[in-house]
């Protein structure tokens, strides 16, 4: 029997830093992108899809696009838990779906980031999903119908 995954989830957890907020001690909106790198980071530690393994491969894996909802403020010293959600995809490209809660357990950001894979040496954007990936796809049971 297979099992069909057509998403894979982490949670991490981050404590907001003094230098990660204003003047009120809010962290500043351009730090959640930081804080969804952190998530996409220990995604790819956890589930052997890292930035290294890529490059590894050949590939780069640039972000293209990037999204983000502000629901509440996190402030210095909060503890928060990043979730990372990865969205399967029949096209060449990663997405990754994000929702930030605070210890309370209350969404304070939402948001997603879409990666393509380019070829390392060219920078030529690929099409075609790269074999290490397809690979990745298959041992986690992520299937394309």
Request: with cysteine; aromatic share 12%; charged share 25%.
């Amino acid at each position: 029997m297979t099992q069909k995954n057509e998403s894979l989830t982490i949670e991490h957890t981050i404590r907001v830093r003094f230098n990660e907020t204003d003047a009120l001690g809010i962290v500043w909106h351009g730090n959640y992108l930081k804080y969804f790198e952190d998530g996409r980071e220990a995604f790819g530690r956890h589930f052997g899809i890292s930035y290294l393994e890529a490059k590894k491969n050949g590939y780069a894996t640039p972000i293209v696009k990037t999204t983000t909802d502000h629901k509440l403020p996190l402030k210095y010293g909060d503890v928060a838990t990043v979730e990372t959600t990865f969205v399967n995809s029949r096209a060449a490209k990663m997405t990754f779906q994000y929702k930030i809660k605070n210890e309370a357990g209350d969404v304070v950001c939402t948001g997603e980031t879409i990666q393509v894979f380019t070829d390392l040496k060219t920078e030529t954007m690929l099409f075609v999903i790269p074999e290490f990936f397809e690979n990745w796809k298959k041992q986690h049971g992520i299937l394309n119908e």
